[in-house]
């Protein structure tokens, strides 16, 4: 084999994009119009940035842990919907720039899965964390 463009090597990227950083669509919507931003965190990793150029605009997510605490930042495209699904056992420690979730009117808390807690947001730049 001379080249190093093989397809285990696009499922593996595919991989790290959907599951490490999480950044998926849905089936049953048009490509990346409602995006799902799900990082999965463990194996040792405490850092991952990954970003997508989609037909909307850029599409983002970059998460770490430092001294227990974690950190997202979100960068979802315009004319774009997000849920977005934070690990944290509350909504109540969640910090969006500063400020507690529950404060911010642009942000919707919908929910649980899991260890999750997830948040619908339009278009922006957001930065999570969790105590």
């Known amino acids: 084999m001379n080249s190093f463009n093989h397809y ?3 499922a593996i990227g595919d ?21 799902q931003v799900k990082p999965h965190l463990g194996g040792g990793l405490t850092e991952v ?3 997508y150029e989609t037909n909307y605009g850029k599409l983002r997510s970059a ?20 849920r977005i699904f934070i690990p944290a056992s509350a909504p109540g420690s969640i910090t969006e720039s500063g400020k507690a979730l529950n ?3 642009d942000l ?7 260890e999750y807690v997830i ?6 730049n957001y930065n999570f964390s969790v105590n």
């Open 15 to 35: 991989w790290m994009y959907r599951v490490i950083a999480g950044l998926d669509t849905y089936d049953s919507l048009p490509g990346y119009k409602q995006i």
């Open 108 to 114: 919707k808390i919908t929910g649980k899965d899991g």
């Open 119 to 124: 948040v619908e947001a339009g278009s922006g």
């Open 63 to 82: 998460w770490k842990i430092v001294n227990g605490k974690f950190n997202l930042v979100v960068e979802i495209p315009a004319n774009t919907t997000a």
């Open 49 to 51: 940035d990954a970003g």
């Open 103 to 105: 404060t911010i009117a």
């Open 8 to 10: 285990a090597y696009g």
